[in-house]
């Protein structure tokens, strides 16, 4: 029997394997990687990212709550990026898909849910409980008027989250029910894909939120290296200049000591009463003035007023004198 046999054959015991649901949250489905559309979103675009996301999910749980009267909650699940086309290839061919303007930056975003959801919130807004089976079909006038009225007003929602990198005032531009025809972007775009989870009563769909990551580049830039104003650097100029006046009154230990001495370890546990240290300092060499273990003058030993006391010289080298 060979050695990998052997290691074959060990019992799984020797290797606990981790609760069956942990074994699940950790394996995921792989992804196919691009060579010819490397990442382009940093660690730091994320993280804003997340933070104007999670914004407008708390924001658009309030408001789908008040207008559908019903309770909802939406949370963020993730932020990846994509290429355009590969974003549609994983919608169904019948999906709920609205396309919006990004004024004042160029091209424009998505945001889409399943159509029976779509149709649910119709429903809810119309005083129906949302419940049971919805029709698989293109909105009438009537509830694309009622669709276009929460839509705005998540819309509205959307661009507050985004005041702190950018002026953005979005504004719907056309709905389709076929994701192949809602053209955003062109294909080989990459665009910043935001996915929630939402619950309506008892349905729970999955909301996508599409941005072009080309119009967003710079705002997402300089919010991750803010340019000061004039206001904010006058405010951080007076507050170091308040930091060093109160510095200098703050109460620091001060010790004037001798140079440290070298011990072996066995004379140090030897030590008994009425043992002499040789301290091996030569007598006209200053004294070190230390403060938390740094030292940051050279003192000699004085008096004042019949006080001890240690007066700052310049360190001067010992020239060999005799060690007291």
């Known amino acids: 029997m060979s050695l990998s046999d052997t290691v074959a054959d060990a019992p799984s015991a020797a290797a606990p394997r981790p609760p069956e649901g942990q074994a699940r949250a950790r394996r995921r489905e792989p992804r196919t990687y691009d060579f010819r559309r490397p990442t382009k979103l940093?660690?730091?675009?994320v993280r804003i990212l997340q933070i104007t996301q999670e914004s407008f999910a708390r924001?658009?749980?309030?408001?789908?709550?008040?207008?559908?009267r019903t309770g909802v909650r939406v949370e963020l699940t993730g932020i990846e990026q994509f290429s355009y086309d590969d974003y549609i290839a994983t919608l169904p061919s019948s999906y709920?898909?609205?396309?919006?303007?990004?004024?004042?930056?160029?091209?424009?975003?998505?945001?889409?849910w399943p159509l029976d959801s779509a149709m649910a919130m119709v429903d809810h807004m119309l005083g129906g409980s949302g419940a049971g089976d919805q029709p698989n079909r293109p909105m009438t006038g009537m509830e694309s008027a009622i669709t276009g009225h929460l839509l705005a007003r998540l819309?509205?929602?959307l661009g507050q989250a985004f005041a702190p990198v950018t002026?953005?005032?979005?504004?719907?531009?056309?709905?389709?029910?076929?994701?192949?025809?809602?053209?955003?972007a062109s294909g080989s775009e990459?665009?910043?894909?935001?996915?929630?989870?939402?619950?309506i009563g008892a349905r729970e769909p999955e909301v996508t939120l599409v941005l072009p990551f080309g119009s967003f580049v710079g705002p997402l830039n300089n919010a991750a290296s803010p340019q000061l104003s004039d206001v904010a650097k006058h405010k951080r100029q007076r507050a170091l200049e308040a930091i060093t006046e109160r510095i200098n009154d703050v109460p620091v230990d001060v010790s004037v000591r001798f140079n440290p001495l070298d011990v072996p370890s066995g004379d140090l546990l030897s030590l008994a009463?009425?043992?002499?240290?040789?301290?091996?300092h030569a007598q006209d060499s200053p004294l070190q003035v230390t403060t938390n273990d740094v030292t940051f003058a050279h003192a000699l030993p004085s008096n004042h007023r019949r006080r001890l006391a240690a007066e700052i010289v310049p360190d001067t080298s010992t020239g060999g004198k005799d060690p007291a």
């Open 190 to 199: 990459t665009v910043m894909v935001a996915t929630y989870s939402m619950r």
């Open 59 to 68: 924001q658009a749980t309030t408001t789908l709550t008040s207008l559908l």
């Open 42 to 45: 940093s660690r730091e675009h």
């Open 96 to 112: 709920f898909v609205a396309t919006f303007t990004l004024e004042p930056l160029a091209g424009k975003g998505v945001l889409a």
């Open 167 to 184: 002026a953005l005032k979005p504004a719907l531009d056309s709905v389709e029910y076929n994701p192949q025809l809602a053209q955003a």
């Open 273 to 280: 009463v009425g043992d002499v240290l040789l301290l091996r």
């Open 155 to 157: 819309l509205d929602e």
